[in-house]
T-cell receptor, first 116, second 111 residues
């Protein structure tokens, strides 16, 4: 149980285009979803926290107008990288919490974004 | 600001050679300390959650322990399939459940 999926698993796009990444909780309703970015040989850096039906909370230094997050339902959150540039190339991972009390996050398999 | 430091950055073991990974942390009110395993190109896989000093948890060849300042992940008689990056993360009491991760320890177990 508690499976999180991401789509697509990898994407290559041209500089200046926008890319949407989906994160779904398959067998549970996620009260909160998180978006992380991971550069090679680095750890996961939290980008934003999103709760269903409300605006996402972005971490310091993350441009909210560039990384648009929509959490339209308890099972789906999307991250849109707008006007992507090569420096946005990274591994993007989402996670979801099953209950607000446990704190445990279930992670998706990640999306590899390459911007040419 | 919460901080997590993991050591060593990389560890190479022979199959069957037991060892420990370290995770030192500073946090204002620990809600939980988490260990995850991450294989290349994949998302982290949950291993353990520890909530209070003195707590221990085991799963197969892995055992996690917690003190007020650090956590250890002990690996007993590792096998090549234990090769992965092991991530430690902390969650503080007022953080809206967000996790602060360390950089991880890359474990390689040679047959």
């Amino acid at each position: 149980g508690a499976v999180v999926s991401q789509h697509p698993s990898w994407v290559i796009c041209k500089s200046g285009t926008s890319v949407k990444i989906e994160c779904r909780s398959l067998d549970f309703q996620a009260t909160t979803m998180f978006w992380y970015r991971q550069f090679p040989k680095q750890s996961l850096m939290l980008m934003a926290t999103s709760n269903e039906g409300s605006k996402a909370t972005y971490e310091q230094g993350v441009e909210k107008d560039k990384f648009l997050i929509n959490h339209a339902s308890l099972t789906l959150s999307t991250l849109t990288v707008t006007s992507a540039h090569p420096e946005d190339s990274s591994f993007y991972i989402c996670s979801a919490t099953l209950t607000v009390t446990s704190g445990r996050q279930y992670f998706g398999p990640g999306t590899r974004l390459t911007v040419l | 600001e919460d901080q997590v430091t993991q050591s060593p950055e990389a560890l190479r073991l022979q199959e069957g050679e037991s060892s420990s990974l370290n995770c030192s942390y500073t946090v204002s009110g620990l809600r939980g300390l988490f260990w995850y395993r991450q294989d290349p190109g994949k998302g982290p896989e949950f291993l353990f959650t520890l909530y209070s000093a003195g707590e221990e948890k085991e799963k197969e060849r892995l055992k996690a322990t917690l003190t007020k300042k650090e956590s250890f992940l002990h690996i007993t008689a590792p096998k090549p399939e234990d090769s992965a990056t092991y991530l430690c993360a902390v969650q503080d009491g007022g953080s809206n459940y967000k996790l602060t991760f360390g950089k991880g320890t890359l474990l390689t177990v040679n047959p």
